[in-house]
């Protein structure tokens, strides 16, 4: 990472983030508490170094996010000047004499900010809240107002404040602490700086009355500001008011949620040719030769490539091959419409299920990127699985779209873009390449690429339609009805078609992950899970990245699927919270006037269902336990028959 102490100048702040959480938890517009400092990671208009990254491509999520490509930061140690930041907030306390002051100049040294009177020892803790409003919007604290602003002795500004953080230990509750002018003598408490409803509270000396501060529209990670006029319910603007901002701790986790899109690196797009074929280098040099001869035939494009490439990997080709290389690329890349995760998905599905590549590709073709085995099965996996196949080496591409604040995707409300905020601004020049194309700055996104293991099933169609036999449905359209409330209102696409089906596999999925966990030797926030569920498709992958660039093999190992969801069902008969958990009724979550995304599921809770935030890929929501356990009418009847 890197500081900004100007637009032209940058100066490196002690700390390191992993690349997993450049798309995840400290990507653009977070702020990452390092041990000296607080600092606010830039958009990546202010990323530098262009050497300091590794160029992907997927062509599937190219399209789905409309950008050329993606960038992923290099592991090595010269990474330390890659991403851009800046000190935030701009407010510090000195651990010794607290006080409560900006940061006038960054130091020379790696050790922070230091207070004006105590220079060497006198560290400055970053100061613990920052203003957001509902629209995720991010300014400075007003600290100096509102140590003038109390509510029951208010005083003007005075001409020089001094003010001094007092009360409590750092660590306590903001109720414990108050902010003191000690020039004038003003005092407030923060007990009420972090009020949602209220906002911020400050004094008008001129009027001699209170005011509620409005949003200043800040997006410092773009070093942009804009109009913030207040959102309706329906998500129109109300030109006439401004959101309302408020405090919040600075390390609270709800200010920032991101919004990752992954896919899974299928054998075609490993392959060498294939690869190379969707790199700006090859796209540049076919835009070339059809300048220089607009009726340029296909076949005589593949023979130039070959002729240019200088990596033997790929000149070891052929003409013919690379020219159905390309033909079958430019099929796949006009033959599908990519638009939503459940497009990418089917495709995946699709080629997940092939015992072989359409090519015929060997392993040491596919530079190791995925690596698909079949599993014979016996007459008892053959009753529930159509398919069951080990992926010793898979790799998944994972990027970062955007970022919301205060609620995560999927519980805001999206009628609007007015709540989602992205890490980059696509700008196109008039100018032109040599070869006739238009210039663009940063249309790409942050990436990392993860490597790791995983078993893929199909379900068989007859097993599923025994399973979701007329009780079942009459429980699951309960919960399909509700989330179709929260569809309503949120307008959030789903990553797959949300019905019964949907429910059982992801609730088999939840089921599967936390006993495979115990059989694996992997943690459960390791594990994760990528669900197909369609009219066409029903199937899982359960995979994991946790073992870095390779795999453990501990997980592809439990192909005795059988076994473990017997052992599972077993397992979650019983819940630490019945019989309160199994007796919830999908049913009754209306009447007992739940917010919308918390009447989503059945019987499930953390102490039997639920996962962490890094395995489930819907939120944890439609899940139900009593439609897998339910001796009268559950899974485990039917695979306690076969």
Known sequence: MMSEESEEKYRPTPGKIRPNQIITTFGPGSLVQTEYDSVLVMGIDFWKARSMYVKKNHMYLEKITKKDHFKMPRHDKSTGQTIGCISFPKWGVCKICKWLQPHKQFTNDKEGFHCKNHQKFGELLPARLVVVCKQGHLDEFPWIKWAHSNEKTPVPVCKNPKLLWIGGTYSSSLSSYKIKCDSCGAINSLANATDRDEGIKLYNSDEDDFYTLPCSGQLPWLKQEEDCKKINNDGTKDNTKTETAFGIISRASSLYYSKVIRGIIVPELAHPIVKYLQTDDCKIKIASYREVDENISDSKIAELILKSNKDFQIRQYTKEKVLDFRNALLKRESGYKLETELDLKKIEYADLQKNESEHDLDETEIDEEIVIKDVLLDDSHKNVFEIIKQLPILTALEVSRYFTRLSPPGEISQVSDNRKHEICKVQITNGKTKYGQPIKTKNWLPCVVKKGEGIFMVFNEDFIKKCLNDKTIERLDAMIENHKDWEDVTKWPSSNEVDSQFILLHSISHLLIKELSLASGYNEASISE?????????????????????????????????????????????????????????????????????????????????????????????????????????????????
């Open 530 to 642: 990528r669900i197909y569920s369609s009219e066409n498709m029903r199937g899982l992958l359960i995979y994991t990245t946790s073992s870095g660039d390779g795999s453990l093999g501990g997980l592809v190992k439990q192909i005795d699927l059988i076994q473990i969801i017997n052992n599972a069902l077993k397992k979650k008969k019983i819940c630490s919270r019945d019989p309160i958990c199994i007796s919830e009724d999908p049913k009754r979550m209306k009447e007992k006037n739940l917010q919308l995304h918390l009447r989503q599921n059945g019987s499930a809770c953390f102490g039997c269902m639920m996962l962490p935030e890094t395995s489930c890929e819907n939120f944890n929501k439609m899940l139900d336990r009593k439609i897998l356990v339910d001796e009268n009418f559950g899974m485990v009847r039917e695979i306690h028959h076969d």
